[in-house]
């Protein structure tokens, strides 16, 4: 079964800092590839995602992803944090043999410092 | 409407007994995802509709889990008997099609179910 794991239940990062949110998933065939956003007390956003085009992805708010078949990762970066994107953050990956399943990481919440 | 609506958006049930929840996708969009959130399990992929059809029922929790879409639009997710650990945020999605690469997917604002 597809697994994906988010490296840190919780990061903190000051304003203007670089965001790294780690992701990695288990397959051994390049799969789709997913980061969503929740914001607090908001419903769910897609940020961005992966479907084999581009292997780095740009997506909402500055965000941008790269997919690394090598390292099977698909880490989320934003060069320069704002106080607004504290939430949740949560990555998915599409079933590389089941394209009907999705499954996601357990979620890391940011924290931005003023 | 201008985005996807979801109701009832708070359902307070007895254990056992039925409920239905409904999701309204964004007009023409064709593929119709429902996820679910809770705190013991996090966020879940449950199933999806392309049409009307789902090509894939496993993602469902159980066999008390059901699902429907019909013309193309509405999606009624129905839960038999229901259980305590059935208590979450149902969450549905709708995008234009499946996964096209420059594709949005929109979520609606979800069904909080709690189960006494």
């Known amino acids: 079964a597809q697994s994906v794991t988010q490296l840190g239940s919780h990061v903190s990062v000051s304003e203007g800092a670089l965001v790294l949110l780690r992701c990695n998933y288990s397959?051994?065939?390049?799969?789709?590839l997913f980061w969503y956003v929740q914001y607090p007390n908001q419903g769910l956003q897609l940020l961005l995602k992966?479907?084999?085009?581009?292997?780095l992805v740009k997506g909402i708010n500055g965000f941008e992803a790269e997919f690394k078949k090598s390292e099977t990762s698909f880490h989320l970066t934003k060069p320069s944090a704002h106080m607004s994107d504290a939430a949740e953050y949560f990555c998915?990956?599409?079933?590389?043999?089941?394209?009907?399943?999705?499954?996601f990481g357990s979620g890391t919440k940011l924290n931005v410092k003023p | 409407g201008a985005g996807v609506s979801q109701s009832p958006s708070n359902k307070v049930t007895e254990k056992g007994k039925d409920v239905e929840l409904r999701c309204d996708p964004i007009?023409?969009?064709?593929?119709l995802y429902w996820y679910r959130q809770s705190l013991g399990q996090g966020l879940e992929f449950l199933i999806y509709?392309?049409?009307?059809?789902?090509?894939?029922k496993s993602g469902l929790p159980s066999d008390r889990f059901s699902a429907e879409r019909t013309g193309g639009s509405v999606s009624t997710l129905t839960i038999q008997r229901t259980q305590q650990e059935d208590s979450a945020v149902y969450l549905c999605?709708?995008?234009?099609?499946?996964?096209?690469?420059?594709?949005?997917?929109?979520f609606g604002p979800g069904t909080r179910l709690t189960v006494t």
């Open positions: 999605a709708s995008s234009l099609a499946f996964l096209a690469p420059q594709d949005e997917q929109y």
């Open positions: 509709f392309q049409g009307n059809s789902a090509p894939d």
């Open positions: 397959s051994s065939v390049p799969p789709y």
């Open positions: 992966y479907t084999s085009a581009a292997t």
């Open positions: 998915a990956v599409m079933g590389s043999y089941n394209f009907n399943k999705f499954y």
């Open positions: 007009s023409g969009h064709t593929a």
